[in-house]
């Protein structure tokens, strides 16, 4: 089992920048990689960022690429999502997701990979 908690969500205006932190603990040497996902009220919910835990390399959305940045501090267990110039758009409740090593086969951004799900945290951005 993998345990996931996030931690720094909040309300801020658009333009400014907050930073999500994701601590994970228990069996996290049997995922291979952690993601970001976001869920509007009334929408799915989809993928924001995703890092492999071994290569490091990252993969984002198109709607967040070249303002959020995934990180990992492997040593901690810990991911972080910086989110830079945030919109109105990006106003949601994002989850860190942990996958196991057995889903490798599926995208790294692909839902059905992760198996291990935080709480959630509220991000709200005003106009």
């Known amino acids: 089992q993998v345990q996931l908690v996030e931690s720094g969500g909040g309300l801020v205006q658009a333009g400014d920048s907050l930073r999500l932190s994701c601590a994970a603990s228990?069996?996290?040497?049997?995922?291979?990689?952690m993601a970001w996902f976001r869920q509007a009220p009334g929408k799915e919910r989809e993928s924001v960022a995703a890092?492999?835990?071994?290569?490091?390399?990252?993969y984002y959305a198109d709607s967040v690429k070249g303002r959020f940045t995934i990180s990992s501090d492997n040593a901690k267990n810990t991911v972080v999502l910086q989110m830079n110039s945030l919109k109105p758009e990006d106003a949601a409740v994002y989850y860190c997701?942990?996958?196991?090593?057995?889903?490798?086969?599926?995208?790294?951004?692909?839902?059905?990979?992760?198996?291990?799900w935080g709480q959630g945290t509220q991000v709200t951005v005003s106009s």
């Open positions: 228990g069996r996290t040497g049997s995922s291979a990689a």
């Open positions: 890092i492999n835990w071994s290569t490091g390399n990252t």
């Open positions: 997701a942990a996958d196991h090593r057995t889903a490798g086969y599926m995208g790294i951004m692909t839902r059905n990979r992760y198996y291990y």
